[in-house]
């Protein structure tokens, strides 16, 4: 349904999706969400999505974010900055 609503309303064919693909807004508008499972040894998204983005939570996991993968992704999904 989102998708729909941001190209024009329309269901388009796979054809014109992978002309949009290479314009810098496709992976922002339709980007995959990550795994917001919690994991042991990472940060808890749903914990992460309620905190202040300066909350001592944020900014310890933002250290480990910045050489964990997975974290990262969800920070970045989150919109939290991780430097």
């Given amino acids: 349904m989102y998708a729909t609503s941001a ?3 329309r ?7 992978i ?7 496709f992976a922002s508008l339709f980007r995959r969400a990550p795994s917001l499972q919690q994991a042991t040894g ?14 001592r939570y944020v900014r310890q ?3 480990h974010a910045r050489r964990c993968p997975s974290c990262a992704e969800v920070f970045r999904y ?3 900055a991780i430097d």
Wanted: net charge neutral; glycine share 10%.
């Fill in 19 to 25: 002309v949009l693909v290479v314009e810098p807004e």
């Fill in 61 to 63: 996991w933002r250290r």
């Fill in 11 to 17: 269901r388009r064919p796979l054809d014109e999706l």
């Fill in 42 to 55: 990472h940060a808890d998204p749903g914990t992460l999505a309620l905190a202040p983005p300066r909350s």
């Fill in 7 to 9: 190209l024009g309303g």
């Fill in 78 to 80: 989150l919109g939290l």
